[in-house]
């Protein structure tokens, strides 16, 4: 959707469907840096300061969004006063990115996979949603490079969450059968594993 080291020529108003961001190494390696959904801007900082694009924007399931040509975004956020309202996002999206390196490198597997889903529940789900949420079109090459472990590493976690009967899985689907389970998985603290590979770990 958008190329890592173009010129911010435009910005895309994402209206349907979910996107990953990810930087692309000189060496090769894709680092993840965060999902999007609808109404999300992508590539509005190049926009903004006239840099080359730091990231690429992939699709992950069809995707509807509005191309916004640069110098009317400018003048559309100047005229309107709301400069400082993009500058509060980006801050917010880098408060994403800190937190998310942390959990990289604090919480176990589990923790970081149910968070990931949760963030994905999050993006595609209006409302406080149902309790039975289907997740679909993300491979888990993508989940593990979202959650920073290998596909066999993911594939395990998954186990782990099927037998707790939070989760079905199937071809590019992930069918979360209980949302109350799975914020439990998340809230995992360093460290500490649930009592029971049956159970997930009690709130606290």
Do not use: Y
Not at 29 to 42: E, I, N, Q, Y
Not at 116 to 134: H, I, M, N, Q, Y
């Amino acid at each position: 959707m958008l190329r890592q080291g173009s010129a911010g020529t435009h910005l895309l108003a994402l209206t349907d469907g979910l996107a990953k961001v990810v930087c692309r190494e000189p060496g090769g390696a894709v680092t993840w840096l965060a999902f999007r959904g609808p109404g999300d801007l992508l590539g509005e900082v190049s926009v903004f300061d006239g840099t080359t694009r730091t990231a690429e924007v992939v699709a992950l399931t069809p995707c509807t969004a509005v191309v916004l040509e640069a110098e009317r975004f400018r003048r559309f956020i100047e005229q309107r006063g709301l400069v400082m309202d993009l500058m509060r996002q980006a801050l917010s999206r880098l408060r994403e990115s800190d937190t998310h390196r942390t959990e990289l490198l604090t919480l176990p597997l589990v923790a970081r996979l149910a968070r990931a889903l949760l963030r994905l529940v999050e993006l595609t789900s209006s409302g406080d949603g149902p309790e039975v949420v289907r997740l679909s079109g993300l491979s888990q090459a993508e989940i593990a490079q979202a959650t920073g472990v290998t596909r066999n590493a993911v594939i395990s976690g998954l186990q782990q969450l099927r037998r707790s009967g939070t989760v079905e899985t199937a071809h590019r689907m992930i069918v979360i059968k209980d949302m109350k389970a799975l914020r439990g998985w998340a809230m995992a603290d360093p460290g500490i594993a649930p009592a029971s590979p049956f159970s997930p770990p009690a709130a606290r």
